[in-house]
């Protein structure tokens, strides 16, 4: 099936350095949403974003949602040891029977001490 | 705990065996979703229910999978005559009507012998 393309593919990183990865789609999408994933369990929602050109925080993340609604980015301020995991966008179209969400194959943070 | 519960979190079949698991929304939620998801690879769309009626299914829900929510609760996923290629981690989650932020369960992680 169709899936985002996220990059990068995967970041190694020193604790207290910040963190920026982003998602394209050839697709417009009506909302990002931005996961984190940690080994054997669901995604955890982070942050939703609803309309084009959008900034939202939350805590030490801030995404914003592109202005083309093609594409959207993660920020991650001063990354900690329990950042590390995998980070998923995801998009919505909504209505017209596509109300399921597609994922990106995810960003994998490892933090180095 | 009132998030989504998924059981059982981890099965090992053979072959050509039958497996169905359950998902258990998060209590107000009237939207269910099922999702797959291989190694190394974002979670799929497969299906999503609204209260009871299953409004849409993706290409990659093939005749050996059905899923049911009788009651607009709980839901089942089935999958008959299982392939080697059915080993995935198969992730539900929840929203509050057409909200677009869905929550995910832990998972099954399924593995085929």
């Known amino acids: 099936g169709q899936q985002l393309n996220q990059s990068p593919q995967s970041m190694f990183i020193q604790e207290g350095e910040d963190v920026s990865m982003n998602c394209t789609s050839s697709s417009i999408f009506n909302t990002w949403l931005w996961y984190k994933q940690d080994p054997g369990e669901g995604p955890v929602l982070l942050i939703a974003?609803?309309?084009?050109?959008e900034l939202t925080s939350n805590g030490r993340l801030t995404a914003q949602f592109g202005i083309t609604r093609k594409d959207s980015f993660l920020n991650i301020s001063a990354s900690i040891p329990s950042d590390v995991g995998i980070y998923f966008c995801?998009?919505?179209?909504?209505?017209?029977?596509?109300?399921?969400?597609?994922f990106g194959k995810g960003t994998h943070l490892i933090i180095q001490p | 705990d009132t998030g989504v519960s998924q059981n059982p979190r981890h099965k090992i079949t053979k072959r050509g065996q039958n497996v169905t698991f359950r998902c258990d929304p998060i209590s107000e939620h009237n939207r269910l979703y099922w999702y797959r998801q291989t190694l190394g690879q974002g979670p799929e769309f497969l299906t999503y229910?609204?209260?009871?009626?299953?409004?849409?299914k993706s290409r990659l829900l093939s005749d050996r999978f059905s899923a049911e929510r009788p009651k607009g609760s709980f839901s089942t996923l089935e999958i008959q005559r299982t392939e080697q290629g059915d080993s995935a981690m198969y992730l539900c989650a929840s929203s509050f009507n057409r909200a677009p932020e869905q929550y995910f369960g832990p998972g099954t992680r399924l593995t085929v012998t």
């Open positions: 995801a998009g919505q179209r909504s209505g017209g029977g596509a109300d399921g969400l597609t």
């Open positions: 229910f609204q209260n009871e009626a299953q409004l849409e």
């Open positions: 974003l609803y309309k084009a050109g």
